[in-house]
C-alpha cells in the first residue's frame, strides 16, 4: 500500500505561480513512474504532467507544456508540480498518482486525496 498526500494547493492571483508537492509513504516510489492531473469544477479528470521512476524523462499535457514542470525527489519520495503564469482555468483540484506514467487515469495505482488550486482573475 501506498499514501500519497498533496500540499501546497491555495487562492492564487492569475499570473502567480506555486508548487505542488505528493509525498509518499507506506512504499518507496523509487521505482514507479508518478502523475499529475487535475479535475476542474464541472469536468472530468484530465491529465497534467508525469514523470519516469529515474526521473529522466517527463511529459506533458498540450496545455501546460512550457508551464508546468514535474519533477521528483527519490531520496525524499517526494513529485513536485511548479506551476508557473496560473490562469483562472487552471483553477482545478490537483492529484497526485503512482502507477505507469500515461496519460491514463486507469494506469494510476494509487492516488492523493488532491489539493484544490483557485486562481482568480
Known amino acids: 500500500q501506498a499514501q500519497l498526500v498533496e500540499s501546497g494547493g491555495g487562492l492564487v492571483q492569475a499570473g502567480d505561480s506555486l508548487r505542488l508537492s505528493c509525498a509518499a509513504s507506506g512504499r518507496s516510489v523509487t521505482w514507479y513512474d508518478m502523475g499529475w492531473f487535475r479535475q476542474p469544477p464541472g469536468k472530468e479528470r484530465e491529465f497534467v504532467a508525469a514523470?519516469?521512476?529515474?526521473?529522466?524523462?517527463?511529459y506533458y499535457s498540450d496545455g501546460v507544456k512550457g508551464q508546468f514542470t514535474i519533477s521528483r525527489d527519490n531520496a525524499k519520495n517526494t513529485v513536485y508540480l511548479q506551476m508557473n503564469s496560473l490562469k483562472p482555468e487552471d483553477t482545478a483540484v490537483y492529484y497526485c498518482a503512482l502507477g505507469l506514467g500515461t496519460s491514463r487515469p486507469s494506469d494510476y495505482y494509487y492516488w492523493g486525496q488532491g489539493t484544490q488550486v483557485t486562481v482568480s482573475s
Open positions: 514523470i519516469a521512476w529515474s526521473g529522466g524523462k517527463s
